[in-house]
């Protein structure tokens, strides 16, 4: 417990709770003020067969692979600079600080936090679909699923980010990464779909479960599609990070400084 006060009170010292909400209340305002002004979605809203909800949910699913990686950039890089200055790791451990719960504090408190921002995307879909009026049925399953598949992918990007920037010294690195991985997030949707998986932060695409199709090779006629998720390959993308997680623990564990 007292790890996790220590992290807590250096978050609210270096006002990364405050960057943290900022960010994720611009993605919010950024994504749901756009569906206001969409006139497809706004004529999707009283058909019981048009896909309101699943555009709704195809919106966080585009925009989180462009603020995810830098939120989780942010908090990690801001969380583990304190260690490097000077001896302090050497500090803590003749204190009988185990850098193994050191560590693990850490990633519980940036999961905790990025869990909490993907509860409060999915209470933001559903209020503001209600609010509005949405007359199709609320796809549970289909959300549901976005959940679970944005938390799975979202683990293996803050264990590439904090090992980054426990390992590193220079936080700049990390967050350079971290920058890399939004712009991947971003134009992943104009990639092939294997390149996508390839690329970590690409899967956030495979959470989109609204496309468009093109008909007979026509580009100005398209009609919108639902897609089922494709879990495989971020269920692959989540074994590997465990992975991976474990012998980066591990490793840091037993290095010397």
């Not at 390839?198 to 609204?210: F, R, T």
Request: proline fraction near 4%; charge should be neutral.
């Amino acid at each position: 417990m007292k790890y996790i006060e220590l992290e807590l009170f250096k978050m609210r010292h270096k006002k990364i709770f405050l960057i943290f909400f900022l960010m994720l209340g611009v993605e919010l305002l950024f994504i749901f003020s756009n569906y206001g002004r969409n006139e497809n979605f706004i004529e999707m809203i009283p058909s019981p067969l048009a896909p309101a909800w699943e555009d709704l949910i195809t919106g966080p699913a585009m925009f989180n692979g462009l603020f995810f990686p830098i939120m989780i950039a942010v908090m990690a890089s801001r969380m583990c600079d304190l260690e490097h200055v000077g001896n302090t790791w050497k500090l803590l451990e003749s204190n009988n600080q185990s850098r193994a719960s050191l560590v693990m504090c850490k990633l519980v408190i940036i999961c905790v936090a990025m869990l909490g921002a993907v509860l409060v995307q999915v209470v933001t879909i559903v209020l503001y679909g209600r609010s509005v009026h949405i007359v199709e049925a609320l796809p549970s399953k289909t959300i549901v699923e976005f959940a679970i598949g944005t938390v799975m992918i979202t683990f293996v990007v803050i264990t590439i980010q904090l090992f980054l920037s426990l390992l590193i010294q220079n936080q700049l690195i990390p967050m350079a990464v971290g920058m890399i991985g939004a712009l991947i997030g971003f134009i992943s949707t104009l990639l092939p779909a294997g390149v996508c998986n390839l690329l970590i932060w690409g899967n956030y695409a495979e959470l989109m479960v609204l496309g468009q199709e093109t008909s007979d090779g026509n580009l100005q006629s398209t009609e919108l599609v639902v897609r089922d998720i494709n879990f495989l390959p971020i269920v692959i993308l989540f074994g590997v990070g465990m992975i991976v997680f474990f012998i980066l623990f591990r490793t840091f564990k037993n290095m010397e400084r």
